[in-house]
């Protein structure tokens, strides 16, 4: 059964600094990772999708990496800015073509001015 | 594209009635859709998945005559909490599939239940 760990679960960081999130999952026979945010009391926003051929994605200040073999992604986040505060969930999706992804427990990423 | 919505965003009811929550792909037929609950500073847990016209498989432990889904048509799954308590208050989010792997979320729906 695939696991998946996020760490930190969480992070306060001031605002300009970079900063790396980890993902960590047990079973590297996956087809794509996803990287989500999600706002307090809100719904998921889909941020980068990285296929199972890929090695990273780029979007804006964002930077998503893979490494199936050590089973690892992070998520770089550049110049970090008060907005950037919510929570970042990892899901994996297996490679037996299931839509069902699984879910990290997210880190909680607080950014003060 | 790809986008999904759900109604209500939030509810708060009386312990022991029935709550409906709907799920609807707004441009696109959905071939699966999904069902989450996710309880304060957690993560995602999957509930039960849809497919249009046939019942819903649910997960293990999740009770299926608690948690009542429906998949109408191919753009619309609904969600019935039946005789709901406060241990069911939650945030729902349902999620839907149509031709990649990847599936589209909903903005989910706080329940309270009083």
């Known amino acids: 059964k695939q696991e998946v760990t996020q760490i930190p679960a969480a992070l306060s960081v001031p605002e300009g600094e970079n900063l790396v999130l980890n993902c960590s999952f047990t079973?590297?026979?996956?087809?794509?990772l996803q990287w989500f945010r999600q706002d307090p009391g809100k719904g998921l926003t889909s941020l980068l999708l990285?296929?199972?051929?890929?090695r990273e994605q780029t979007s804006g200040r964002l930077n998503a990496s893979l490494d199936k073999s050590s089973g690892r992604s992070t998520l770089y986040i550049a110049a970090s800015q008060p907005g950037d505060s919510a929570t970042y969930l990892c899901a994996v999706y297996g490679s037996g073509g299931s839509y069902i992804p699984t879910f990290g427990r997210g880190t909680s990423l607080i950014v003060h001015p | 594209g790809a986008v999904v919505s759900q109604h209500p965003s939030w509810v708060i009811c009386k312990s022991g009635t029935s709550v409906k929550i709907e799920c609807r792909s707004l441009?696109?037929?959905?071939?699966?859709m999904f069902w989450y609950r996710q309880f304060p500073k957690q993560s995602l847990m999957l509930m039960a998945t849809?497919?249009?016209?046939?019942?819903?498989?649910?997960e293990q432990g999740v009770e299926k005559d608690k948690f009542l889904i429906n998949h109408a048509s191919l753009t619309l799954s609904t969600l019935t909490v039946t005789s709901a308590h406060p241990e069911d208050s939650s945030f729902y989010i349902c999620s839907a599939h149509f031709s990649s792997v990847e599936q589209f979320f909903g903005p989910g729906t706080r329940l309270t239940v009083l």
């Open positions: 441009d696109f037929q959905a071939t699966t």
């Open positions: 079973d590297s026979a996956i087809y794509n």
């Open positions: 990285i296929q199972s051929s890929q």
């Open positions: 849809s497919n249009e016209g046939s019942k819903a498989t649910y």
